[in-house]
């Protein structure tokens, strides 16, 4: 499904192909036959594995059926075109990111293991590529190991790091490097946060603590609540979306691990439910494993190859 990696990463290799292939040779060979009742349940079924939601499922196996039923469109490159040219419009609203605010903070969020230090790490290099100033502060201070890992992205992008002592208060850390990065001409601070879940209320309200104190130093700051989310958790990913969401107004969400999960219909399902926009993918554990999400690109990539 995810063929669009192609088009952006030369390494793109091994399993990625793999999975991007599977999806999209499940999709020919329902499509190289007759469209039959058969082939319309396949293509059901495959697209509710996808994660694409029953919803916009039940829509585009009618799309197909409409056309079978017609006569008139019933080759595959015309069906994709017509399922192309649908999925494009779930995007109707979408606006790229740009960065209006000096300095600009993004606050990254999420559950254990999403994917948050080494999405900050990759964004940060990210925007250090493109001649911004960047400052990442490390607010996980539950664990040595998470600090660690930072501060060894951070010596690999050759980047400040702020921290605090151990155990203490992510807000703090959070207010500390807001000043830091106001005082140091910063255009952008990225915030690392503990892993938390939806289902913790007072790791929760941390993290609206952590919002608040940012938002005191530097008003109208966070300018960018980001989850990540990892696309091999499928519609679970959807659940934690709308419980961060009720907590910590969210900007945008960044999908992990695309590179190894066919699930990433569930972006379709994310803009649909929440109307969130997805503003990166991650493609890797690398650090330029990190792609600005394009909605047409996305899309093309589903029925590309
Ligand atoms: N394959 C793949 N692995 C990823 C991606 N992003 C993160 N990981 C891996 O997922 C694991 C957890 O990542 P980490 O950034 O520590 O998660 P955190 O707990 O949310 O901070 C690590 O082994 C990462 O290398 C991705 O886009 N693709
Ligand atoms: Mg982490």
Redesign the pocket.
């Known amino acids: 499904m995810f063929n669009f990696l192609k088009k952006n990463i030369a390494s793109f290799k091994g399993s990625v192909q793999k999975k991007a292939s599977v999806f999209y040779q499940k999709l020919e060979s329902i499509f190289k036959g007759p469209l039959t009742e058969d082939a319309l349940e396949n293509f059901e079924e495959v697209l509710i594995q996808a994660n694409f939601g029953t919803k916009l499922t039940c829509e585009l196996v009618e799309i197909v059926r409409k056309a079978a039923k017609e006569h008139k469109t019933t080759d595959k490159e015309s069906l994709f075109i017509l399922l192309k040219n649908y999925l494009i419009k779930e995007f109707a609203l979408y606006t790229p990111l740009i960065l209006q605010s000096k300095p600009s903070v993004f606050l990254i969020l999420?559950?254990?293991?999403?994917?948050?230090?080494?999405?900050?790490?990759?964004l940060a290099s990210f925007y250090k590529n493109k001649g911004l100033r960047v400052m990442i502060a490390a607010a996980?201070t539950f664990r040595a190991a998470?600090l660690e890992?930072l501060a060894h992205w951070c010596t690999l992008i050759d980047l400040p790091l702020i921290t605090g002592p151990s155990r203490c208060d992510p807000a703090s850390v959070a207010f500390d490097a807001s000043s830091k990065a106001l005082n140091e001409n910063t255009d952008l601070l990225l915030i690392?946060t503990a892993?938390r879940l939806e289902s913790k209320i007072d790791l929760m309200q941390e993290m609206e603590k952590i919002a608040r104190v940012i938002a005191k130093k530097i008003p109208g700051s966070p300018h960018q609540t980001l989850l990540?989310i990892?696309a091999t958790l499928g519609q679970n990913a959807l659940e934690q979306a709308k419980a961060f969401h009720k907590y910590c107004p969210l900007t945008g969400l960044v999908v992990?691990?695309?590179?190894?999960s066919s699930r990433a219909g569930v972006i379709f399902s994310i803009q649909r439910e929440l109307n969130i926009p997805v503003r990166f993918?991650?493609?890797?554990?690398g650090e330029k494993?990190?792609i600005p999400f394009n909605p047409q690109d996305f899309v093309d990539s589903i029925f590309l190859y």
């Open positions: 999420g559950v254990n293991g999403s994917g948050k230090t080494t999405t900050t790490a990759k996980d998470a890992q690392d892993g990540v990892d992990t691990k695309i590179d190894s993918l991650g493609t890797g554990e494993d990190l």
